[in-house]
Nanobody, 124 residues
Framework: QVQLVESGGGLVQAGGSLRVSCAASGRAFSVYNMGWFRQAPGKEREFVAA????????YYADSVKGRFTISRDNAKNTVYLQMNSLKPEDTAVYYCAGGTIWGTSRRTSEYTYWGQGTQVTVSS
């Protein structure tokens, strides 16, 4: 069992930056592949970024490629999402997720554990 807690969300102006974090407790964090997803009001939850257990494989959604960076610190049981050049369309609740399946890394079904989410709002 793993508990995930996101933090670092908030309100930022378009063009600004924000870093959200996800702290894990419970079973060994390093065995899990980690992902970030987001969900805007009235929309389905969508993939943002994923990082493999050792950090050797990283994937991004096309919509955030070049602007967002996912990273992890296994010693601190934490995964990060650095978000730069934020746009109003990035506004959503951001969720971190953990799982042991490394398929496409983009499907919610590949992740077993989910955090409660943190709100990111980008004003124009």
């Amino acid at each position: 069992q793993v508990q995930l807690v996101e933090s670092g969300g908030g309100l930022v102006q378009a063009g600004g930056s924000l870093r959200v974090s996800c702290a894990a407790s419970g079973r060994a964090f390093s065995v899990y592949n980690m992902g970030w997803f987001r969900q805007a009001p009235g929309k389905e939850r969508e993939f943002v970024a994923a990082i493999s257990r050792g950090g050797g494989s990283i994937y991004y959604a096309d919509s955030v490629k070049g602007r967002f960076t996912i990273s992890r610190d296994n010693a601190k049981n934490t995964v990060y999402l650095q978000m730069n050049s934020l746009k109003p369309e990035d506004t959503a609740v951001y969720y971190c997720a953990g799982g042991t399946i490394w398929g496409t890394s983009r499907r919610t079904s590949e992740y077993t554990y989910w955090g409660q989410g943190t709100q990111v709002t980008v004003s124009s």
